[in-house]
């Protein structure tokens, strides 16, 4: 109880954790994977695909036969064949109303984690002031609280008994672009997050390409991505659940009204 902020309409958690506290609470819930669930759900609902989340510990293969959906390869795979993946600047207008299923190790499994909840968006720094939007508007007709979580990484050389979660930064400074543009009164957690965002704003470029998940991304050959997620309110698309897939929050809102 103690660690919950429950006194507060603002919060922010980490991770896998922290999206399943969120979702038994009945919040709504942000999730926050800057690179690259979040950034390529946003990216590629704005080139009008359709994205259907999937747990990366079932079989998405199998699942994407059942619904008619295409299974996202890995990035380098991908790449070699010309198709979309969680690289963001995959997509383009030939993937309009295409049907795809994304699996993660974080994005889409906190999203798993947290679907049953009043709603669940999407957040990045693309789309920081339209996701707070959306979720203030959600705010207002539900009067729940707000969860933002930045999903952070897994460490892959886990000793016995540790925790695999990462923090990121990106995750971290996206959480609180977004949490800058909540209502509501913030817990000091959400609002040391919104500190730490406006405090990095002038730089948050340069953060973002030198901090240890863009390094990656960059060693590996996708320089594009790490430049391409950093782009402060850069669409107005908002990722929504809709039971299994994503749909945009203005589409969303026409076919579903809280009374």
């Given amino acids: 109880m103690w660690f919950d902020q429950s006194p507060y309409e603002c919060r922010v958690e ?57 299974y996202l390869l890995g990035r380098a795979e991908a790449a070699r064949l010309s198709q979309p993946s969680l690289s963001p600047v995959s997509f383009n207008e030939h993937h309009h109303k295409k049907k795809f299923v994304l699996s993660s190790l974080n994005g889409a499994f906190c999203t798993w984690a947290a679907s049953m909840v009043p709603a669940l968006l999407i957040g990045s720094i693309l789309n920081a002031e339209a996701v707070a939007s959306a979720a203030n508007q959600l705010r207002k007709q539900t009067r729940a609280s707000i969860t933002v979580i930045p999903c952070g990484e897994q460490w ?67 320089e594009d991505d790490v430049i391409h997620c950093s782009r402060l309110n850069a669409y107005p698309t908002v990722p929504i659940l809709n039971n299994d897939h994503f749909l945009d929050f203005k589409e969303w809102s026409e076919i579903n009204v809280y009374t």
């Fill in 156 to 222: 892959s050389d886990v000793q016995n008994n540790e925790d695999t979660l990462r923090p990121a930064i990106e995750d971290y400074l996206g959480a609180g672009a977004i949490l800058n543009y909540l209502e509501g009164k913030k817990s000091p957690e959400a609002e040391v997050c919104v500190y730490a965002f406006q405090h990095a704003a002038p730089k948050l470029k340069e953060l973002i390409w030198e901090c240890g998940s863009g390094r990656e991304l960059r060693g590996r050959g996708f």
């Fill in 14 to 70: 980490w991770g896998r954790r922290g999206a399943r506290e969120a979702a038994d609470r009945g919040d709504i819930v942000i999730i926050v994977d800057v690179l690259s669930f979040s950034s390529t759900v946003i990216s590629a609902l704005t080139n009008g695909a359709i994205i259907y989340p999937f747990p990366p510990n079932l079989d998405g293969k199998e699942y994407a036969g059942k619904i008619g959906a295409k």
